[in-house]
């Protein structure tokens, strides 16, 4: 089994910072995309950004310029450095993850979420 912890969450003015992080440990071979989520209350959880095991980024438009993925491989560690905070980016940020385990000779391969950290901006 694998968890994902989140942290780094809290409360923040707007225009200030904050950086998540997320760690993955348990029965794991190897990480490819590992990413961060967010949903606010009444709206879907929507994908914030996404970094494959060689760094590649991917970000939804309205973060793009404030919020920077990055990992540590080493680690199998997820970070989110989230700049300019507004209002609207209160919500809960989820870690995510596709994991490949190895056990009894066999190779698995899961999606995996985190508990999810609370981030409040206030105006």
């Known amino acids: 089994q694998v968890q994902l912890v989140e942290s780094g969450g809290g409360l923040v003015q707007a225009g200030g910072s904050l950086r998540l992080s997320c760690a993955a440990s348990?029965?794991?071979?190897?990480?490819?995309?590992m990413g961060w989520y967010r949903q606010s209350p009444g709206k879907q959880r929507e994908l914030i950004a996404t970094?494959?095991?060689?760094?590649?980024?991917n970000y939804a438009e309205h973060v793009k310029g404030r919020f920077t993925i990055s990992r540590d491989n080493a680690k199998n560690t997820v970070y989110l450095q989230m700049n300019s905070l507004k209002p609207e980016d209160t919500a809960v940020y989820y870690c995510?993850?596709?994991?490949?385990?190895?056990?009894?000779?066999?190779?698995?391969?899961?999606?995996?979420w985190g508990q999810g950290t609370q981030v409040t901006v206030s105006s």
């Open positions: 995510n993850a596709d994991v490949t385990s190895y056990a009894d000779s066999y190779y698995y391969a899961n999606n995996y």
């Open positions: 348990g029965s794991i071979f190897s990480i490819s995309a």
């Open positions: 970094i494959t095991s060689g760094g590649h980024t």
